[in-house]
Protein backbone atom coordinates (compact mmCIF):
# COMPACT_ATOMS: atom_id res chain seq x y z
CA UNK A 1 0.00 0.00 0.00
CA UNK A 2 2.60 2.53 1.05
CA UNK A 3 4.49 2.10 -1.96
CA UNK A 4 1.36 2.73 -4.38
CA UNK A 5 0.94 6.45 -2.81
CA UNK A 6 4.22 7.51 -1.44
CA UNK A 7 7.26 9.27 -2.85
CA UNK A 8 10.02 7.03 -3.97
CA UNK A 9 12.34 8.31 -1.21
CA UNK A 10 10.20 6.75 1.43
CA UNK A 11 9.01 3.58 0.21
CA UNK A 12 12.07 1.97 2.03
CA UNK A 13 10.14 2.15 5.23
CA UNK A 14 7.31 -0.01 3.93
CA UNK A 15 8.84 -3.11 5.49
CA UNK A 16 9.26 -1.64 8.69
CA UNK A 17 5.31 -0.28 8.93
CA UNK A 18 4.00 -3.77 7.27
CA UNK A 19 6.35 -5.29 10.25
CA UNK A 20 4.00 -3.38 12.77
CA UNK A 21 1.05 -3.62 11.21
CA UNK A 22 1.71 -7.45 10.91
CA UNK A 23 2.84 -7.40 15.10
CA UNK A 24 -0.79 -5.16 16.03
CA UNK A 25 1.82 -2.03 17.33
CA UNK A 26 0.41 0.19 14.49
CA UNK A 27 -2.85 0.65 13.41
CA UNK A 28 -3.37 1.63 9.81
CA UNK A 29 -6.92 2.54 8.79
CA UNK A 30 -6.84 3.33 4.17
CA UNK A 31 -9.22 5.20 2.00
CA UNK A 32 -10.56 2.69 -0.64
CA UNK A 33 -12.42 4.09 -3.71
CA UNK A 34 -13.27 1.61 -6.54
CA UNK A 35 -11.14 -0.91 -5.34
CA UNK A 36 -7.91 1.30 -4.88
CA UNK A 37 -6.49 3.04 -2.51
CA UNK A 38 -6.09 6.65 -2.10
CA UNK A 39 -4.65 7.12 1.28
CA UNK A 40 -4.07 6.12 4.72
CA UNK A 41 -2.69 6.81 8.07
CA UNK A 42 -0.82 4.92 10.80
CA UNK A 43 -0.94 4.99 14.62
CA UNK A 44 0.84 3.92 16.74
CA UNK A 45 -0.73 3.24 19.72
CA UNK A 46 1.38 2.86 23.34
CA UNK A 47 -0.85 1.82 26.21
CA UNK A 48 1.63 1.63 28.80
CA UNK A 49 2.74 5.83 27.86
CA UNK A 50 -0.70 6.52 27.18
CA UNK A 51 -0.03 8.03 24.49
CA UNK A 52 -0.42 7.40 20.65
CA UNK A 53 1.74 8.78 17.66
CA UNK A 54 0.09 9.72 14.52
CA UNK A 55 3.53 7.98 12.30
CA UNK A 56 2.36 8.44 8.68
CA UNK A 57 -0.39 9.92 6.56
CA UNK A 58 -0.16 9.39 2.55
CA UNK A 59 -2.53 10.45 -0.02
CA UNK A 60 -1.59 9.68 -3.73
CA UNK A 61 0.16 12.10 -5.14
CA UNK A 62 -2.20 12.94 -8.19
CA UNK A 63 -5.30 13.13 -5.40
CA UNK A 64 -3.78 15.89 -3.44
CA UNK A 65 -5.74 18.98 -2.69
CA UNK A 66 -8.99 17.07 -2.88
CA UNK A 67 -9.42 16.77 0.78
CA UNK A 68 -8.26 13.39 0.97
CA UNK A 69 -5.34 13.97 3.72
CA UNK A 70 -7.77 16.22 5.77
CA UNK A 71 -10.45 13.36 5.86
CA UNK A 72 -8.16 11.05 7.32
CA UNK A 73 -6.77 13.06 9.64
CA UNK A 74 -10.03 13.94 11.21
CA UNK A 75 -10.68 10.23 10.69
CA UNK A 76 -7.90 9.67 13.20
CA UNK A 77 -8.43 11.87 15.88
CA UNK A 78 -12.42 10.66 15.74
CA UNK A 79 -10.80 7.09 16.22
CA UNK A 80 -8.48 8.85 18.79
CA UNK A 81 -11.24 10.44 20.50
CA UNK A 82 -13.76 7.80 20.65
CA UNK A 83 -11.69 4.41 20.28
CA UNK A 84 -8.11 4.41 21.80
CA UNK A 85 -7.74 4.40 25.31
CA UNK A 86 -5.09 6.81 25.45
CA UNK A 87 -4.46 10.51 26.52
CA UNK A 88 -2.20 12.28 24.56
CA UNK A 89 -2.81 12.26 20.14
CA UNK A 90 1.25 13.21 19.42
CA UNK A 91 2.22 13.73 15.73
CA UNK A 92 5.85 15.37 14.71
CA UNK A 93 5.42 17.93 11.77
CA UNK A 94 7.29 20.16 9.74
CA UNK A 95 6.77 23.91 9.57
CA UNK A 96 4.10 23.52 6.85
CA UNK A 97 2.66 20.51 8.02
CA UNK A 98 1.92 21.97 11.34
CA UNK A 99 -0.13 24.41 9.81
CA UNK A 100 -2.56 21.86 8.55
CA UNK A 101 -2.52 20.01 11.42
CA UNK A 102 -3.07 23.13 13.71
CA UNK A 103 -6.31 23.78 11.64
CA UNK A 104 -7.74 20.34 12.75
CA UNK A 105 -7.40 20.80 16.36
CA UNK A 106 -3.01 19.54 16.94
CA UNK A 107 -1.46 22.33 19.36
CA UNK A 108 2.82 22.68 19.66
CA UNK A 109 4.44 21.49 22.27
CA UNK A 110 6.85 24.50 23.17
CA UNK A 111 9.89 22.41 23.15
CA UNK A 112 13.04 22.74 21.05
CA UNK A 113 11.98 19.15 18.95
CA UNK A 114 14.92 17.85 16.71
CA UNK A 115 13.69 14.48 15.37
CA UNK A 116 17.00 11.64 14.20
CA UNK A 117 17.22 11.37 10.09
CA UNK A 118 16.99 8.07 9.39
CA UNK A 119 20.71 6.32 7.75
CA UNK A 120 22.38 9.39 9.42
CA UNK A 121 23.37 11.00 12.85
CA UNK A 122 21.70 14.22 12.05
CA UNK A 123 18.80 15.41 13.21
CA UNK A 124 16.22 17.64 12.01
CA UNK A 125 14.14 20.32 13.42
CA UNK A 126 10.06 19.50 13.71
CA UNK A 127 7.33 20.31 15.95
CA UNK A 128 6.02 18.13 17.99
CA UNK A 129 2.14 18.63 17.98
CA UNK A 130 -0.71 17.04 20.55
CA UNK A 131 -4.32 16.51 21.12
CA UNK A 132 -5.13 15.89 24.61
CA UNK A 133 -8.28 14.03 26.07
CA UNK A 134 -8.62 14.98 29.92
CA UNK A 135 -4.83 15.01 31.17
CA UNK A 136 -2.22 17.94 30.27
CA UNK A 137 0.97 16.69 29.16
CA UNK A 138 3.17 16.86 32.47
CA UNK A 139 6.81 16.74 31.77
CA UNK A 140 7.99 13.45 33.14
CA UNK A 141 5.19 11.83 30.37
CA UNK A 142 6.49 14.11 28.00
CA UNK A 143 10.32 12.84 28.57
CA UNK A 144 9.59 9.01 28.43
CA UNK A 145 7.10 9.47 25.57
CA UNK A 146 9.94 11.22 23.39
CA UNK A 147 12.51 8.76 24.78
CA UNK A 148 10.36 5.54 23.34
CA UNK A 149 9.44 7.57 20.36
CA UNK A 150 13.50 8.01 19.71
CA UNK A 151 13.93 4.08 20.95
CA UNK A 152 10.95 2.29 19.22
CA UNK A 153 9.91 4.52 16.44
CA UNK A 154 13.69 5.56 15.24
CA UNK A 155 15.35 2.45 16.28
CA UNK A 156 17.91 4.33 18.24
CA UNK A 157 20.17 2.71 21.13
CA UNK A 158 19.88 3.42 24.44
CA UNK A 159 23.35 5.25 23.99
CA UNK A 160 22.64 7.45 21.23
CA UNK A 161 23.79 11.37 21.59
CA UNK A 162 20.30 12.30 19.90
CA UNK A 163 18.48 10.94 22.56
CA UNK A 164 20.20 12.99 25.79
CA UNK A 165 20.47 16.20 23.78
CA UNK A 166 16.64 16.21 23.04
CA UNK A 167 16.15 15.30 26.56
CA UNK A 168 18.09 17.53 27.92
CA UNK A 169 16.49 20.50 26.22
Partial sequence: ???????????????????????NKYKMIAYVF???????????????????????????ENLRGNG???????????NFNNYIQSQWLLIEAEDRQSKFYGK??????????????????????????CIKKDKDLDSLSLTNIIRNIFLFGYS???????????LNK
Fill in 156 to 166: LDEKDKRIQNQ
Fill in 104 to 129: LGFKKILIDYFVPEFNSMESVNMHLM
Fill in 34 to 60: KDEVQGFYILDINYKLDYTLFTFLAVK
Fill in 68 to 78: IGTKLCQNAID
Fill in 1 to 23: IQSAVTVRWKRWLARYYLKHIKN
